[in-house]
């Protein structure tokens, strides 16, 4: 409902759902008194725990960030929407904030409460890729004058500012050479000496990388004269830099093992010979003890008490007995893993605490941990144990959810498998754990069955109750050897294996779709190389889906479902429960692209092609077929965001599509998804919700009426400036709606106020 102003009346209200951690935690900022910590993520967003903050919070806030810097770049013009490229605390300032945004250099005072632009030109910093997520730091802060910055980049120069960010300047370096593997060039990594003289309050030896040369240093300031360094056994591909407390340089290098290198003013450079064998990713020395040194390669840690003489070591076997690496996860339930509570902690990153000595802290793949190192040393004899801290952090990417009426709300992510989210304050993670005796969780009863990302969910026409799961495994182009797919007969409380494994594609970009018919009849289709199976007898027997021109064994090159690109986020199968037929869209193979189209069948033997082209001209973005519930026949299909192309519809089964306009005629376009909830009070058509843009305005919509309107409910919504690549409404609950979002966990709305045009 309307105001008179036309303004919706009451306000929709968002919260995370507490999924908890989740993404890779790559990047750790700490002042030097240890008050405020900062974090990235390597899809997201930036969090910060400062002082006065029990859990940790997120920078990446519409509430934040400048308005002019949230303009959502449909184009990923500047970034790849994959995570916070860089954010640091100035050592001196708890409260000073740096940070990349966007391709915005920002800046807050008041330890990211607000942040405003630096004079900084915007440039491209795309942080997905080896060279940007694992690495050090791009910008370094003067240990002693908050206001004195290096800026590294991607592609382009590195800057200085001395005003806090008012005016930089550049140095007119060239970018780096491309790290291999990837299209884009190496990031310029940054440094300062703490321990070297001041000059009129600036510190006077910094560091900077360029990925294929070296190591750059300037004795004169960030603004004086800036030299290759001695170039005898410098490493050429930095990976990662580091200054330490005692004014010596750390350098990892990228391809080689035993890549550990430093620096000192009357040494030269020197490999620091760890193990042989071992690639190292990073390094950090105890700013109390110089002899105390620490290394990181995954899961396992090298220490040595005495500056490298001899070295220790904890293996990340958790098959060792006792395991030598523990984690006690204190905050994210579902990473308690019993009888011994153990998660694999593979480091992305190490740093002392600058709060309590003799403490590690590691960021790693599923959040931040830290540990106290016995003072020997040695590796032996006692384990690492780790206590995880990641509460606040929701950095899951969710990219599936399954809304049972009557029943369980099912969210499937990246890395963790799914979740029951029934419970709001309680969510259970089916796949990945199992409640320990005395834990507060304990009676839940769950099996860890299913333990690789969740791809798709779908329940049975039939009986809700019946629910199939589809994981992927693999990486890439790593082949599949289980691609673990699994079905839950009392609707999703326990999982099972399918009877007999599920047949494999040759390889696995990240999954692919599901759709049940009834109980039983089941269709996969892998997101890539076009293999699709199906069965009708829940999973006993398995048949390749014979849609003509799809490859039985998914060999046909350049053939895929999906197109290119997103490949988390394809949804090309649904099940039409109320018509009985199961749709699938065919991107259509090389060699014959008249099969393009929309294909339909009852039960997966055989396929009619209801329309010969694709329902869009685009279809490489976050392709979704949907089906609308009740409504035989009503299908949706979305181009994504990046794609212009109008949200469309078809009401015949898919024969003809229309363009869907809403509001006397509004455009609806950039479209990622669309779901359905429960109909508002005496109306027979589900509510509709949709992330997208309605006439250029970008948000998360809701339509009572099928489209004839719709209404914004909100443009970041619990001020999230992350975008949702699934939208489900609840069948149960009018005005709920569930956002799965690309890098920012689960989000769930409520607006249950009717909506009209008028008052």
């Not at 991607?154 to 200085?160: D, E, M, P, R, T």
Request: proline fraction near 6%; aromatic fraction near 12%; include cysteine.
């Amino acid at each position: 409902m309307r105001n008179s102003s036309g303004l919706p009346l009451g306000k929709a209200t968002f919260k995370h759902v507490p999924l908890g951690a989740g993404g890779q935690i790559i990047q750790f900022s700490q002042d030097t008194t240890g008050a405020t910590k900062v974090i990235c993520a390597d899809i997201h967003g930036a969090y910060v725990k400062g002082a006065s903050d029990s859990i940790w919070r997120q920078l990446f806030l519409a509430s934040a960030i400048p308005n002019a810097c949230v303009t959502p770049d449909h184009t990923w013009t500047n970034n790849d929407h994959s995570g916070c490229a860089d954010a640091v605390v100035a050592p001196s300032s708890a409260s000073t904030i740096y940070m990349i945004y966007d391709g915005y250099l920002l800046k807050s005072t008041d330890t990211g409460a607000s942040f405003a632009q630096t004079g900084a030109t915007r440039l491209q910093f795309l942080s997905n890729g080896y060279n940007a997520k694992n690495w050090g730091h791009a910008l370094t802060v003067d240990p002693n004058n908050a206001s004195v910055i290096l800026y590294g980049t991607q592609g382009h120069s590195v800057f200085y500012s001395i005003n806090g960010g008012t005016n930089f300047t550049d140095l007119s370096v060239t970018a780096g050479a491309n790290t291999p593997g990837d299209s884009v060039a190496g990031v310029h990594l940054t440094a300062c000496d703490p321990t070297s003289t001041q000059s009129g309050g600036v510190r006077q030896r910094w560091f900077y990388t360029k990925y294929g040369t070296g190591v750059y240093t300037s004795s004169t300031g960030p603004g004086g004269t800036w030299s290759l360094m001695n170039t005898t056994g410098m490493p050429t591909n930095p990976t990662s830099l580091y200054c330490d407390a005692f004014g010596t340089l750390w350098v990892t290098q990228y391809g080689v093992v035993n890549n550990v290198w430093k620096w000192t003013s009357g040494g030269g450079w020197v490999n620091l010979s760890i193990d042989s064998g071992t690639q190292f990713s990073h390094l950090a020395v105890d700013p109390a003890n110089a002899s105390k040194i620490i290394a990181v390669s995954g899961a396992t840690y090298f220490f040595t008490a005495n500056g490298g003489t001899s070295w220790g070591r904890w293996n990340g076997d958790l098959s060792s007995n006792p395991a030598q690496i523990v984690l006690r996860e204190n905050s994210i339930k579902y990473l308690d893993v019993p009888p011994t509570k153990q998660f694999h902690p593979v480091a992305n990153q190490l740093h002392w605490d600058r709060a309590t000595a003799g403490r590690l802290i590691a960021p790693h793949g599923c959040g931040i941990a830290y540990c106290d190192v016995p003072t020997s040393g040695s590796g032996s004899t006692a384990p690492l144990v780790f206590h995880g801290f990641g509460e606040g952090i929701e950095e899951l990417v969710s990219h599936t959810f399954c809304a049972i009426p009557g029943g369980k709300r099912l969210a499937g992510c990246w890395d963790m498998g799914c979740f029951d989210i029934q419970d709001l304050s309680r969510p259970v993670n089916l796949q990945k754990m199992a409640a320990a005796s005395g834990d507060t969780w304990a009676g839940q009863n769950i099996q860890p069955v299913i333990q690789q990302p969740c791809s798709s969910i779908d329940y049975a026409a039939d009986n809700p109750n019946w629910v199939a799961f589809m994981q992927h495994g693999g990486w890439y182009s790593t082949p599949i050897t289980n691609p673990h797919m699994g079905y839950s007969s009392d609707g999703g409380a326990t999982l099972q294996p399918f009877p007999t494994t599920v047949p494999n594609k040759p390889y696995c970009s990240g999954g692919g779709s599901l759709a049940v018919g009834n109980a039983g009849n089941v269709i996969v289709i892998w997101n890539t190389n076009a293999r699709a199976v199906y069965t009708k007898d829940g999973g006993s027997t398995w048949a390749d889906v014979p849609i003509p021109g799809i490859p039985a064994n998914g060999t046909e090159s350049g053939w895929e479902w999906q197109g290119n690109g997103y490949f988390l986020n394809k949804f090309v199968i649904a099940y039409d429960k109320a018509g009985g037929y199961f749709y699938a869209f065919n991107y259509g193979p090389p060699s014959n692209t008249s099969l393009k189209g929309i294909w339909r069948s009852t039960n997966g033997d055989s396929w009619t092609q209801q329309c010969t082209s694709a329902p869009t001209t685009n279809y490489v973005g976050s392709v979704h077929l949907r089906s609308v519930p009740g409504q035989a026949g009503h299908l949706f299909f979305t181009a994504g965001t990046g794609q212009s192309d109008s949200l469309v519809r078809s009401t015949n089964g898919g024969a003809t599509w229309a363009a869907v306009t809403t509001n006397s005629g509004q455009a609806v376009n950039y479209v990622t998804d669309v779901g359905f909830g429960k109909a508002a009070s005496g109306k027979t058509y589900p509510s509709i919700y949709y992330w997208g843009a309605v006439n250029g305005v970008y948000g998360l919509y809701r339509s009572d009426d099928n489209m004839v309107t719709s209404i914004l409910l909100s443009s970041a919504p619990a001020g999230s400036l992350d975008y949702p690549m699934v939208v489900a409404g609840d069948p149960d609950v009018y005005g709920r709606v569930w956002l799965c979002m690309s890098g920012n966990g689960v989000i769930v709305g409520d607006y249950n106020f009717p909506l009209t045009l008028t008052a």
